[in-house]
């Protein structure tokens, strides 16, 4: 998982308190980048995931 954030450490407090309620164990590896502006306008963060399904 790599997410980036306008303003990390302004923000990264609740985005950890929101990240923690949606991820769960295994913890993915994960990347956290402070930008200075995002593509979609007034945004403050972008997540980038891959994830994989497990078929038992």
């Known amino acids: 998982m790599t ?3 306008v303003e990390l450490q302004k923000n990264l407090k609740e985005f950890m308190r929101v990240k923690d309620e949606f991820i769960i164990e295994p913890y993915p590896a994960w990347t956290a980048i402070g930008v200075s502006e995002l593509a979609v306008a007034d945004a403050v963060i972008e997540i980038r995931v ?4 497990s078929i038992e």
């Open 3 to 5: 997410t980036y954030h």
């Open 50 to 53: 891959i994830a994989r399904r």
